[in-house]
């Protein structure tokens, strides 16, 4: 299965393919000094092994660069665990600055994500977002603290509330002395299920209407893919706008141009991409000349792939009167692949079975061939309800549940060494 690599350029998402059997190990930042590269800071990726679970289990980052953060948009997220390491030039190593670790819950969502500055050796604590989910996964509330003298101290809160899986009103809550006041709310619509608005208010002061503030209106083309964003600002008794990206499309439904535009409809930036048979080659970006109505290209970023089609460095290029050359802060990424993990060992899983479920009275397993060792069933508390491994060693399992009660449990199989998990609803 081909997973899905983003560019994030400048603001601008753009959809790399990797083979089946590569995943980004790392790449390198170089930054040109007039003469040479001269190596800035590393990002190393560190992958889960455990059976089809190819999930990254740390990412080691450098600070934010203009161009380009590359992951994997199948698994990785912005609450993973990283660590941020830094180039020390005159003893030729990178050292540790900002760590991130964070805690899951038994459904293996993340229930806790810590920053830690790390200053001549010693950790200390700085910030802290605390998440809590509904029955389908979406994250219903995440408070942000920062630590004190001693311990966390809360700062913000925001409250979501969902209609299905979409979100339909977030609160934004503020910590005061002795309890959360209410400091703005952003409302959603939504047509078709996709995402047509959404405004936001402050809730400060006497009015409990609260007071316009923020709106975003989106358009789509009629392949659904996003035509523009529209950002307005109330101003006394109407909508003002301030800003709108539009983005273009090729006849390969590929992003093929954005357009952003300032008020009164000047054109002041765009971003026009190439493709080649492997993906995106080539993206230039232009300012445009209110008083000559002409485009001026500023900046362009060169996509060069390996012979199996993966990325291979990304290079950026400033221009002047003779054209596009690389000049002194201009930055060069070398990307770094492994062969993909877990591959050899997700036969175990490959035709992995539990049914029926929902269930109301026992439950079948089948691994087709693969030995079952164990079996164990929690709540979503995290208490162990079930557990079975001595008397195990088949590739089907027909597991009691009538003496469960009714609701969510989390069943895990492990087989050659290997696990997997899967929720099973009981339902008497």
Known sequence: MKKLLT????????????????????????????????????????????????RLLNIFTSQWYRAPILYDGSYFNSYDNQTTYSWDAANSRYFTSVVYTQELNVLGQIKKRARQL?????????????????LNGNVVEDIYYTWGD????????????????????????????????????????????????????LLIGSNPQGMNYQKFIYTYDTVNN?????????????WEDLERLTTYYNSANQVDSTIFESPAGIISKRKVFKYNSNGLSEVVSSNYNVSQQKYYPQVRFSFNYNPNGTLQSVIEESIDASGWLIKSD???????????????????????????????????????????????????????????????????????????????????????????????????
């Open 7 to 54: 560019t994030i350029l400048a603001g601008s998402f753009t959809i790399l393919t990797a083979t089946a059997q590569d995943q980004i190990k790392s790449y390198t930042v170089e930054k040109y000094d007039g003469t040479q590269y001269v190596k800035q800071d590393s990002v190393s990726y560190l992958w889960s092994t455990n059976q089809d679970d190819e």
């Open 118 to 134: 790390l200053d001549s050796g010693n950790i200390e604590n700085e910030s802290m977002w605390e998440y809590s989910y509904d």
């Open 226 to 238: 996003s035509k523009s964003e529209l950002v307005q600002r109330w101003s006394v008794s109407m």
């Open 330 to 428: 201009d930055l060069r990424y070398n990307y770094n692949y492994q062969t993909r993990v877990g591959l050899a060992e997700h036969s175990s899983f490959a035709n992995f079975k539990i049914y029926p479920n929902p269930t109301s009275d026992q439950i079948t397993i089948s691994t087709k061939g693969n030995r079952i060792n164990q079996i164990r069933i929690v709540d979503l508390s995290g208490k162990v309800v079930f557990e079975n491994q001595s008397t195990l060693n088949a590739n089907e399992i027909k597991v009691p549940i009538h003496q469960l009660e009714n609701g969510t449990y989390i069943l895990t199989v492990t087989s050659n060494g290997q696990q997997k998990s899967e929720k099973v609803v009981v339902n008497h």
């Open 150 to 201: 001693t311990s966390w101290v809360a700062l913000n809160k925001l409250n979501r509330k969902f209609f299905g899986n979409q979100v339909d009103t977030a609160l934004i809550l503020m910590r005061g002395n002795s309890s959360w006041d209410q400091n703005s709310i952003i409302t959603y619509k939504y047509e078709n299920s996709r995402l047509m608005e959404k405004f936001s208010k």
